[in-house]
């Protein structure tokens, strides 16, 4: 007899997925966004308003985590002026001291954090808040185990976790991508953020160099406000 119901398994390319959700255009003002807040950074630290602590030499540890939120606090400037199809909220980790900005795509398919991390190669180190993100994922792959996860990831009613990463220890980033992180280490899937400008027409590159000027306005009052708020 046969069933009333269908079960039907969408599949889709992890790479067609971030293609989906930035095009070209919208990868390089992302990009640009990244470089924006590496910038500000360094224009903060070498600004007299920040806090004399700052200027201690053991402070220069602290330099990674400040540089982390500008690149936050650039991306949500970048939100609001609706440059990248995002939408933004800060989340409380489970230690209710700590928060994180979290990103949301416009259709709701896929949600992102922000990482600092050493190579491209690299997905973020593993944290209990960005595990319970990714979980319903993981866990859907466990009914399919013979699956090139590696290719193809089962579409889900829930949404994607994926990444924002970028690095390091410069003044200008070395890398920046955007990726879906496989469960240990590495990508499912990934696409640079960088040097992606020169594969645009010139009238879409023109626009994106136009955004990123909109950015450069970088209020470095309202992120030190950002920074004590949300430290």
């Known amino acids: 007899?046969?069933?009333?119901?269908?079960?039907?398994?969408?599949?889709?390319?992890?790479?067609?997925?971030?293609?989906?959700?930035?095009?070209?255009?919208?990868?390089?003002?992302?990009?640009?966004?990244?470089?924006?807040?590496?910038?500000?950074?360094?224009?903060?630290?070498?600004?007299?308003?920040?806090?004399?602590?700052?200027?201690?030499?053991?402070?220069?540890?602290?330099?990674?985590?400040?540089?982390?939120?500008?690149?936050?606090?650039?991306?949500?400037?970048?939100?609001?002026?609706?440059?990248?199809?995002?939408?933004?909220?800060?989340?409380?980790?489970?230690?209710?001291?700590?928060?994180?900005?979290?990103?949301?795509?416009?259709?709701?398919?896929?949600?992102?954090?922000?990482?600092?991390t050493s190579c491209a190669g690299k997905r973020s180190r593993h944290a209990k808040f960005r595990e319970e993100l990714d979980l319903p994922f993981q866990s859907s792959l466990n009914l399919f185990p013979n699956d090139d996860t590696h290719q193809f990831i089962v579409e889900p009613d829930f949404a994607y976790y994926c990444e924002i990463n970028h690095g390091y220890r410069s003044e200008t980033p070395l890398f920046a991508v955007v990726g879906k992180p496989a469960a240990q280490n590495g990508w499912l899937g990934q696409l640079s953020l960088l040097g992606q400008i020169q594969l645009l027409p010139k009238s879409e590159a023109d626009d994106t160099r136009t955004a990123a000027e909109d950015l450069r306005n970088f209020n470095l009052s309202d992120f030190q406000d950002f920074m004590e708020e949300h430290k």
């Open 1 to 116: 007899m046969e069933s009333d119901e269908t079960f039907t398994i969408q599949k889709v390319s992890a790479q067609q997925l971030l293609m989906k959700e930035f095009s070209m255009v919208q990868r390089v003002i992302l990009g640009n966004v990244i470089q924006v807040g590496y910038q500000s950074c360094n224009d903060f630290m070498q600004s007299s308003k920040i806090p004399l602590f700052l200027k201690m030499e053991r402070a220069s540890k602290l330099i990674p985590e400040i540089k982390n939120m500008a690149v936050e606090y650039a991306l949500m400037q970048a939100c609001n002026k609706q440059l990248i199809p995002l939408k933004w909220s800060l989340e409380q980790t489970n230690n209710i001291a700590l928060k994180y900005l979290k990103l949301k795509s416009l259709d709701g398919k896929c949600i992102f954090t922000v990482n600092q």
